[in-house]
């Protein structure tokens, strides 16, 4: 059998479960020269079967870069309505030109079941001013509320009114979705108008300000993530800290380092290299890992126990996948993606705001007491070298003037 053979064969029988073809597709193009992404496209360029081009562009998504070839596959997927919806998964590398022709063919004829439906909704979410321009022509619910990203000021005004009139939730976190000036002055005009601060803390920072200082909710700019070779980036996963490191607080297990970014390679400013934890056991005991890190290096454990991993006893990667790296590319969205995240994506992020499940207000930093920037975000599912040993997605905050994170989880 041969890789030209065997993805197709995976991806067309009926007898092997979804999660199984995706994990075995993944095996098999992971091995392959330029991390499968020649072969990948070349599937792409050939294959008949809407299936196929569905499995191979979903690992396309998780490989960085390879631009042009992505820009030939999606070219050539946009010719067959049976195989069109591959192209959502590429959309965040494809040119200008190319997503507008998409846009113009969905909007011939947008219907709910057009087969170019997954496409535009993945347009929206990565570039919405592309889509913005048909907004009033689209039914689909979830591409109307994509489009909040950067929304004009009278959409924010409108769904502030119908909240004051309806008071129903899902407006006023709309407004604050929508991530403009005129979005966050909105919230902070009904500040005193919620009965639970929590509530309006939320919605402060979704829009993009700390209830606190006022400051960006986020580093910016936003980066997507990509799990690659140790090799390839200097901002590493997987693997341990020298020295004691934080420790579950029931059994005991070492955490795992998820990400240490080299602030010297990253486009935003910070003042040293922030790292990230996480648990490998599956106790639940304490709802994050904080941890200071001492300009010696060291690590300061808040809330919970710390201690020098025993260097014989060997620990699995279990968080990890081996010691990885994380390659960063800028996200096409810079003012945040406004849809509820979908855990099991890949979908990692660096700067910008969080993407969360469900909408919660920031940390505080056991130092200083201010509210912390959000700074990462690590997505469970597949990577190129097995299956992420979390579920849900991690969310890292920094306090860049005490050194410390918190990392927490949310399913
Ligand atoms: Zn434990
Ligand atoms: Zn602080």
């Given at each position: 059998?041969?890789?030209?053979r065997?993805?197709?064969?995976?991806?067309?029988?009926?007898?092997?479960?979804?999660?199984?073809?995706?994990?075995?597709?993944?095996e098999?193009?992971?091995?392959?020269?330029e991390?499968?992404?020649?072969?990948?496209?070349?599937?792409?360029?050939?294959?008949?079967d809407g299936?196929?081009?569905?499995?191979?562009?979903?690992?396309?998504?998780?490989?960085?870069?390879?631009?042009?070839?992505?820009?030939?596959?999606?070219?050539?997927?946009?010719?067959?309505?049976?195989?069109?919806?591959?192209?959502a998964?590429?959309v965040p590398w494809?040119?200008?030109?190319?997503?507008?022709?998409?846009?113009?063919?969905?909007?011939?004829?947008?219907?709910?079941?057009?087969?170019?439906?997954?496409?535009?909704?993945s347009?929206?979410?990565?570039?919405?001013?592309?889509?913005?321009p048909?907004?009033?022509?689209?039914?689909?619910?979830?591409?109307?509320?994509?489009?909040?990203?950067?929304?004009?000021?009278?959409?924010?005004?409108?769904?502030?009114a119908?909240?004051?009139?309806?008071?129903?939730w899902d407006?006023?976190?709309?407004?604050?979705?929508?991530?403009?000036?005129h979005?966050?002055?909105?919230?902070?005009?009904?500040r005193d108008?919620l009965?639970d601060?929590l509530?309006?803390?939320t919605?402060?920072?979704?829009?993009?300000?700390?209830?606190?200082?006022?400051?960006?909710?986020?580093?910016?700019?936003?980066c997507?993530?990509?799990?690659?070779?140790?090799?390839?980036?200097?901002?590493?996963?997987?693997?341990?800290l020298?020295?004691?490191?934080?420790?579950?607080?029931?059994?005991?297990?070492?955490t795992?380092r998820?990400?240490?970014?080299?602030?010297?390679?990253?486009?935003?400013?910070?003042?040293?290299?922030?790292s990230?934890?996480?648990y490998?056991?599956?106790?639940?005991?304490?709802?994050?890992?904080t941890?200071?890190?001492?300009?010696?290096?060291?690590?300061?454990t808040?809330?919970?126990?710390?201690?020098?991993?025993?260097?014989?006893?060997?620990h699995a990667?279990?968080?990890?996948?081996?010691?990885?790296?994380?390659?960063?590319?800028r996200?096409?969205n810079?003012?945040?993606?406004s849809?509820?995240?979908?855990?099991?994506w890949?979908?990692?992020?660096?700067g910008?705001?969080?993407?969360?499940?469900?909408?919660?207000?920031?940390?505080?930093?056991?130092?200083?007491?201010?509210?912390?920037?959000f700074?990462?975000s690590?997505?469970?599912?597949?990577?190129?070298?097995?299956?992420?040993?979390?579920?849900g997605?991690?969310?890292?905050?920094?306090?860049?003037?005490?050194?410390i994170?918190?990392?927490?989880?949310?399913?």
């Open positions: 059998m041969t890789p030209e065997d993805v197709p064969a995976i991806a067309m029988d009926s007898s092997i479960p979804d999660e199984e073809k995706r994990d075995r597709i993944i098999i193009l992971s091995r392959l020269p991390s499968g992404a020649l072969a990948a496209v070349q599937h792409l360029m050939e294959t008949k299936r196929v081009a569905e499995y191979v562009a979903r690992y396309l998504q998780m490989i960085p870069d390879a631009r042009e070839g992505k820009t030939r596959a999606a070219e050539r997927l946009r010719q067959d309505e049976d195989l069109v919806h591959a192209a998964r590429l494809l040119p200008a030109s190319l997503l507008d022709q998409f846009v113009s063919d969905y909007a011939a004829d947008p219907q709910p079941g057009s087969p170019l439906s997954d496409v535009v909704f347009i929206a979410a990565y570039e919405p001013d592309r889509v913005r048909i907004a009033d022509r689209i039914d689909s619910k979830l591409i109307r509320r994509s489009l909040l990203s950067g929304a004009p000021d009278e959409l924010a005004d409108a769904l502030l119908r909240w004051h009139d309806e008071d129903d407006d006023l976190e709309a407004v604050a979705r929508i991530r403009t000036g979005a966050r002055e909105a919230i902070h005009s009904v108008e009965e601060r509530d309006w803390e919605l402060i920072a979704l829009a993009g300000q700390l209830p606190d200082s006022g400051n960006s909710a986020g580093y910016h700019p936003s997507m993530g990509f799990v690659t070779d140790a090799e390839a980036s200097p901002h590493i996963m997987g693997g341990s020298p020295g004691p490191t934080p420790i579950c607080l029931d059994c005991r297990e070492p795992e998820v990400l240490t970014l080299a602030a010297g390679h990253l486009p935003m400013e910070l003042s040293c290299d922030p990230f934890f996480w490998s056991c599956d106790c639940y005991a304490l709802e994050t890992v941890v200071k890190i001492n300009q010696d290096g060291h690590l300061t808040f809330y919970g126990p710390q201690d020098t991993p025993n260097p014989s006893a060997h990667e279990r968080v990890i996948p081996g010691t990885r790296s994380l390659t960063l590319e996200h096409p810079q003012t945040g993606e849809l509820r995240a979908y855990a099991g890949s979908r990692h992020q660096v910008g705001l969080p993407s969360w499940i469900t909408p919660e207000p920031h940390p505080y930093c056991p130092e200083c007491r201010k509210a912390m920037p700074l990462a690590l997505d469970s599912g597949p990577t190129p070298f097995g299956v992420m040993g979390f579920a997605k991690l969310f890292g905050f920094w306090c860049d003037d005490c050194h994170s918190v990392t927490q989880q949310q399913e």
